[in-house]
Protein backbone atom coordinates (compact mmCIF):
# COMPACT_ATOMS: atom_id res chain seq x y z
CA UNK A 1 0.00 0.00 0.00
CA UNK A 2 1.21 3.30 -0.85
CA UNK A 3 1.26 6.15 1.37
CA UNK A 4 -0.17 9.83 0.29
CA UNK A 5 0.30 13.26 1.41
CA UNK A 6 -3.12 13.40 2.59
CA UNK A 7 -2.22 11.16 5.24
CA UNK A 8 -0.97 13.23 7.78
CA UNK A 9 -4.41 15.15 7.67
CA UNK A 10 -7.68 14.94 10.04
CA UNK A 11 -8.49 14.39 13.26
CA UNK A 12 -6.47 12.02 15.92
CA UNK A 13 -10.31 10.85 16.93
CA UNK A 14 -11.53 9.74 13.45
CA UNK A 15 -8.05 8.07 12.14
CA UNK A 16 -7.83 6.39 15.45
CA UNK A 17 -11.29 5.42 16.42
CA UNK A 18 -10.80 3.54 13.05
CA UNK A 19 -7.97 2.04 13.99
CA UNK A 20 -9.96 0.85 17.26
CA UNK A 21 -12.73 -1.04 15.86
CA UNK A 22 -12.89 -4.20 17.43
CA UNK A 23 -9.78 -3.40 19.74
CA UNK A 24 -10.64 -4.18 23.01
CA UNK A 25 -11.55 -0.97 25.69
CA UNK A 26 -8.26 0.36 27.36
CA UNK A 27 -8.60 2.68 29.82
CA UNK A 28 -5.81 5.55 30.79
CA UNK A 29 -2.49 4.06 31.98
CA UNK A 30 -1.13 5.93 34.79
CA UNK A 31 2.96 4.96 35.80
CA UNK A 32 5.32 5.98 38.26
CA UNK A 33 9.07 6.53 37.85
CA UNK A 34 11.06 3.31 37.31
CA UNK A 35 8.03 1.42 37.06
CA UNK A 36 6.39 2.64 33.56
CA UNK A 37 5.26 -0.68 31.24
CA UNK A 38 7.71 -1.45 28.58
CA UNK A 39 10.19 0.81 30.29
CA UNK A 40 13.22 -1.20 30.84
CA UNK A 41 15.35 -0.05 27.39
CA UNK A 42 17.48 2.19 25.63
CA UNK A 43 15.43 3.02 22.39
CA UNK A 44 14.57 -0.39 21.37
CA UNK A 45 10.66 -1.27 20.96
CA UNK A 46 9.16 -4.60 21.72
CA UNK A 47 9.34 -7.23 19.39
CA UNK A 48 7.70 -6.16 15.63
CA UNK A 49 7.67 -2.76 16.75
CA UNK A 50 8.96 0.83 16.33
CA UNK A 51 9.37 3.24 18.80
CA UNK A 52 9.15 7.43 17.74
CA UNK A 53 9.65 10.67 19.87
CA UNK A 54 9.12 14.18 19.27
CA UNK A 55 6.42 16.40 18.68
CA UNK A 56 6.37 16.20 14.85
CA UNK A 57 7.44 12.39 14.26
CA UNK A 58 5.05 11.24 16.75
CA UNK A 59 2.29 13.90 15.47
CA UNK A 60 2.42 12.61 11.88
CA UNK A 61 2.30 8.71 12.80
CA UNK A 62 -1.18 9.51 14.61
CA UNK A 63 -2.39 11.07 11.77
CA UNK A 64 -1.24 8.25 10.09
CA UNK A 65 -4.30 6.04 9.10
CA UNK A 66 -1.53 3.16 8.12
CA UNK A 67 0.13 3.24 11.49
CA UNK A 68 -0.78 0.82 13.77
CA UNK A 69 -0.35 2.46 17.52
CA UNK A 70 0.24 0.16 20.47
CA UNK A 71 0.71 2.81 23.10
CA UNK A 72 2.15 6.50 24.10
CA UNK A 73 3.69 7.44 26.77
CA UNK A 74 3.91 11.02 27.76
CA UNK A 75 3.70 14.08 29.39
CA UNK A 76 0.71 16.16 29.79
CA UNK A 77 2.79 18.91 27.80
CA UNK A 78 3.63 16.90 25.55
CA UNK A 79 0.28 15.96 25.16
CA UNK A 80 -0.93 19.65 24.79
CA UNK A 81 1.64 20.21 22.46
CA UNK A 82 -0.11 17.95 19.82
CA UNK A 83 -2.49 19.52 17.06
CA UNK A 84 -5.55 17.66 17.84
CA UNK A 85 -7.05 15.78 20.56
CA UNK A 86 -6.48 11.80 21.89
CA UNK A 87 -9.58 9.46 21.58
CA UNK A 88 -10.58 8.93 25.53
CA UNK A 89 -9.63 4.98 25.33
CA UNK A 90 -6.08 5.79 23.45
CA UNK A 91 -3.49 3.96 25.53
CA UNK A 92 -1.14 6.54 26.98
CA UNK A 93 1.21 6.38 30.08
CA UNK A 94 1.52 9.35 31.39
CA UNK A 95 4.78 9.69 32.71
CA UNK A 96 8.17 12.39 33.79
CA UNK A 97 10.76 13.76 30.92
CA UNK A 98 13.38 11.50 33.08
CA UNK A 99 11.01 8.53 33.05
CA UNK A 100 10.41 9.03 28.77
CA UNK A 101 14.27 9.16 28.60
CA UNK A 102 14.90 5.45 29.20
CA UNK A 103 12.52 4.95 26.60
CA UNK A 104 14.50 6.41 23.91
CA UNK A 105 18.02 6.87 22.40
CA UNK A 106 20.61 8.42 24.88
CA UNK A 107 20.37 11.84 24.67
CA UNK A 108 16.75 12.04 22.14
CA UNK A 109 14.94 15.08 22.31
CA UNK A 110 11.39 13.37 22.99
CA UNK A 111 10.12 16.60 23.63
CA UNK A 112 7.33 14.96 26.36
CA UNK A 113 6.23 12.12 23.67
CA UNK A 114 7.07 8.57 22.90
CA UNK A 115 5.07 6.53 20.96
CA UNK A 116 5.13 2.59 20.00
CA UNK A 117 3.64 1.73 16.76
CA UNK A 118 3.90 -1.41 13.85
CA UNK A 119 6.07 -0.46 10.92
CA UNK A 120 4.33 1.10 8.06
CA UNK A 121 3.54 -1.26 5.62
CA UNK A 122 5.67 -2.51 2.49
CA UNK A 123 5.49 -0.16 -0.45
CA UNK A 124 6.42 -1.45 -3.93
CA UNK A 125 8.01 -0.03 -7.07
CA UNK A 126 5.43 -0.37 -9.15
CA UNK A 127 3.13 1.85 -7.00
CA UNK A 128 5.12 5.13 -7.49
CA UNK A 129 6.33 4.75 -11.04
CA UNK A 130 3.28 5.52 -13.01
CA UNK A 131 2.15 8.60 -10.71
CA UNK A 132 2.55 12.43 -11.67
CA UNK A 133 5.77 12.46 -14.06
CA UNK A 134 6.83 16.16 -12.09
CA UNK A 135 7.97 14.40 -8.98
CA UNK A 136 11.38 13.03 -8.72
CA UNK A 137 12.45 9.35 -7.25
CA UNK A 138 15.37 9.66 -5.13
CA UNK A 139 17.69 6.66 -5.48
CA UNK A 140 20.32 6.23 -2.45
CA UNK A 141 22.83 3.36 -2.78
CA UNK A 142 24.31 2.36 0.67
CA UNK A 143 23.18 5.18 2.63
CA UNK A 144 23.36 4.08 5.86
CA UNK A 145 23.55 6.68 8.31
CA UNK A 146 19.83 7.30 10.00
CA UNK A 147 20.13 10.90 10.29
CA UNK A 148 21.05 11.26 6.82
CA UNK A 149 17.87 9.52 5.57
CA UNK A 150 15.98 11.02 7.79
CA UNK A 151 16.88 14.19 6.54
CA UNK A 152 16.39 12.80 2.66
CA UNK A 153 13.47 12.24 3.98
CA UNK A 154 12.38 15.72 4.99
CA UNK A 155 14.18 17.18 1.73
CA UNK A 156 11.87 14.99 -0.39
CA UNK A 157 8.67 15.85 1.49
CA UNK A 158 9.23 19.37 0.89
CA UNK A 159 10.16 19.38 -2.74
CA UNK A 160 7.66 16.77 -3.55
CA UNK A 161 9.33 13.80 -4.63
CA UNK A 162 7.46 10.67 -5.50
CA UNK A 163 9.25 8.38 -3.25
CA UNK A 164 12.77 7.34 -1.84
CA UNK A 165 14.48 3.79 -3.25
CA UNK A 166 17.19 2.23 -1.02
CA UNK A 167 18.47 -1.13 -0.75
CA UNK A 168 16.82 -3.77 1.80
CA UNK A 169 20.59 -4.61 3.32
CA UNK A 170 22.60 -1.31 2.91
CA UNK A 171 20.20 1.22 4.34
CA UNK A 172 18.71 1.44 8.34
CA UNK A 173 15.81 0.29 9.54
CA UNK A 174 12.58 2.53 10.43
CA UNK A 175 13.60 3.79 13.82
CA UNK A 176 13.37 6.36 15.94
CA UNK A 177 16.09 8.29 15.02
CA UNK A 178 15.01 8.02 10.93
CA UNK A 179 11.50 9.49 11.93
CA UNK A 180 13.38 12.44 14.39
CA UNK A 181 15.70 13.69 11.75
CA UNK A 182 12.48 12.97 8.85
CA UNK A 183 10.21 15.60 11.15
CA UNK A 184 7.10 14.18 10.11
CA UNK A 185 8.14 13.43 6.74
CA UNK A 186 8.02 9.44 7.30
CA UNK A 187 4.84 9.27 7.16
CA UNK A 188 4.51 11.32 3.80
CA UNK A 189 7.17 9.75 1.67
CA UNK A 190 7.09 6.18 -0.20
CA UNK A 191 9.97 5.08 0.93
CA UNK A 192 10.90 0.94 -0.54
CA UNK A 193 13.08 -1.40 -0.14
CA UNK A 194 14.51 -3.70 -3.36
CA UNK A 195 16.81 -6.53 -2.96
CA UNK A 196 18.47 -5.68 -6.16
CA UNK A 197 19.33 -1.49 -6.77
CA UNK A 198 20.83 -2.45 -10.13
CA UNK A 199 17.36 -3.80 -11.31
CA UNK A 200 15.16 -2.01 -9.84
CA UNK A 201 16.78 1.21 -11.16
CA UNK A 202 16.00 -0.85 -14.86
CA UNK A 203 12.76 -0.88 -13.93
CA UNK A 204 12.82 3.01 -13.31
CA UNK A 205 13.94 3.19 -16.73
CA UNK A 206 11.86 1.82 -18.23
CA UNK A 207 8.84 3.61 -16.47
CA UNK A 208 10.31 6.36 -18.75
CA UNK A 209 12.94 8.04 -15.88
CA UNK A 210 15.65 9.70 -17.07
CA UNK A 211 18.78 8.10 -14.09
CA UNK A 212 21.09 11.02 -13.16
CA UNK A 213 23.64 10.09 -10.84
CA UNK A 214 25.36 12.31 -8.54
CA UNK A 215 28.81 12.42 -8.81
CA UNK A 216 31.87 14.64 -7.72
CA UNK A 217 34.42 14.05 -10.56
CA UNK A 218 31.52 14.84 -13.44
CA UNK A 219 32.10 16.65 -16.40
CA UNK A 220 28.14 18.04 -16.30
CA UNK A 221 26.61 19.84 -14.02
CA UNK A 222 23.20 18.95 -12.72
CA UNK A 223 21.55 21.74 -14.32
CA UNK A 224 22.92 20.61 -17.66
CA UNK A 225 21.79 17.10 -17.37
CA UNK A 226 18.60 17.91 -16.05
CA UNK A 227 15.48 16.77 -18.63
CA UNK A 228 12.60 18.26 -19.44
CA UNK A 229 10.26 14.56 -18.46
CA UNK A 230 10.52 12.10 -15.20
CA UNK A 231 13.95 12.07 -13.08
CA UNK A 232 15.70 9.62 -10.57
CA UNK A 233 18.68 11.01 -8.47
CA UNK A 234 20.72 9.00 -7.68
CA UNK A 235 22.97 9.28 -4.24
CA UNK A 236 25.34 7.25 -2.77
CA UNK A 237 27.31 7.09 0.38
CA UNK A 238 29.86 9.87 1.51
CA UNK A 239 33.29 8.46 0.61
CA UNK A 240 32.27 6.11 -1.64
CA UNK A 241 29.78 7.38 -3.36
CA UNK A 242 28.02 5.25 -5.83
CA UNK A 243 29.07 1.49 -6.47
CA UNK A 244 29.88 0.79 -9.93
CA UNK A 245 27.29 -1.48 -11.07
CA UNK A 246 24.75 1.47 -9.74
CA UNK A 247 26.63 4.38 -11.55
CA UNK A 248 26.23 1.74 -15.02
CA UNK A 249 22.87 1.83 -14.40
CA UNK A 250 22.57 5.59 -14.55
CA UNK A 251 21.97 7.78 -17.95
CA UNK A 252 24.27 10.45 -17.30
CA UNK A 253 26.58 11.56 -14.38
CA UNK A 254 26.46 14.72 -13.30
CA UNK A 255 27.91 16.71 -10.14
CA UNK A 256 26.61 20.03 -8.32
CA UNK A 257 28.33 23.03 -8.61
CA UNK A 258 30.39 23.71 -5.57
CA UNK A 259 33.54 25.51 -4.80
CA UNK A 260 37.01 23.75 -5.47
CA UNK A 261 37.69 24.90 -2.02
CA UNK A 262 35.16 22.09 -0.51
CA UNK A 263 35.90 18.77 -2.09
CA UNK A 264 32.16 17.63 -1.24
CA UNK A 265 28.77 17.85 0.75
CA UNK A 266 27.19 15.70 3.05
CA UNK A 267 24.68 13.72 1.02
CA UNK A 268 21.32 14.79 2.95
CA UNK A 269 22.83 18.49 1.71
CA UNK A 270 23.31 17.30 -1.84
CA UNK A 271 20.15 15.48 -2.22
CA UNK A 272 18.38 18.72 -1.22
CA UNK A 273 20.38 20.69 -3.66
CA UNK A 274 19.30 18.30 -6.02
CA UNK A 275 15.65 18.16 -5.59
CA UNK A 276 15.67 21.71 -5.51
CA UNK A 277 17.36 22.22 -9.04
CA UNK A 278 14.38 19.66 -9.95
CA UNK A 279 11.31 21.49 -8.70
CA UNK A 280 12.65 25.25 -10.16
CA UNK A 281 14.02 23.60 -13.75
CA UNK A 282 12.74 25.66 -16.52
Known sequence: MS???????GTFGDIMNKQDEGRKKKGALRGRAGRMQG??????????AVRLWGRHA?????????????????????????????????????????????????????????????????????EVLHGDPSRPLVVLDQVTDPHNVGAILRSAA???????????????????VV??????ALEVVPWIRVVNLARALEEVAEAGYWRIGLAGEAESTLAEALPAG??????????EGMRHNVQQHCDAIARLPISEAMESLNVSNASAIALYAVATRS
Request: charged share 25%.
Open 230 to 239: PVALVLGAEG
Open 39 to 48: GRGSGRASAG
Open 3 to 9: RKESHCH
Open 58 to 126: VEAALKNPERNHRKLWATREGVASLDGELPADFPVEWAQPLDLARLVARDAPHQGLVLECDALPDVYLD
Open 179 to 184: AKSASG
Open 158 to 176: AFNACAILTQDRHAPPESG
